[in-house]
């Protein structure tokens, strides 16, 4: 499984951006982001067969995970940007997380830790 990362720029408040993330294999596929200063932090993330998906509560109902794997690719649909979303945007994956029980990957699929392999980040910039 190989990962790259696409689709970071500059945009202004209340705009949209979409992020690709090249992911070969029906992995578990995250996205987490890390601001300068802060530590990395989990956004949103999608089981191998698209669903079910899970969101950080700080972009639940804005920004949207989804995947085409015939495509080998997952996005993440950013909407109503705000200047806090401001990162470096990482995409990662887990082939622990691809074989776990539905049912602990809430807690787990938040956690970096369990992923064991990521892409180049792609930098995402809101300004006000």
């Known amino acids: 499984v190989q990962l790259q990362a696409s689709g970071g720029g500059l945009v202004q408040a209340g705009g949209s951006l979409r992020l690709s993330c090249a992911a070969s294999?029906?992995?578990?596929v995250g996205w987490f982001r890390q601001a300068p200063g802060k530590e990395r932090e989990f956004v949103a993330a999608?089981?191998?067969?698209?669903?079910?998906?899970y969101y950080s509560d700080s972009v639940k109902g804005r920004f949207t995970i989804s995947r085409i794997n015939l495509k080998n690719t997952v996005y993440l649909q950013m909407n109503s940007l705000k200047p806090e979303d401001t990162a470096i945007y990482y995409c990662?994956?887990?082939?622990?997380?691809?074989?776990?029980?539905?049912?602990?990957?809430?807690?787990?699929?938040?956690?970096?830790?369990?992923?064991?392999?990521w892409g180049q980040g792609t930098q995402v910039t809101v300004s006000s």
């Open positions: 990662a994956a887990s082939g622990k997380l691809s074989r776990a029980i539905i049912s602990t990957l809430s807690t787990t699929a938040r956690l970096a830790s369990e992923y064991d392999l």
């Open positions: 999608i089981r191998g067969s698209g669903t079910p998906t």
């Open positions: 294999g029906r992995t578990f």
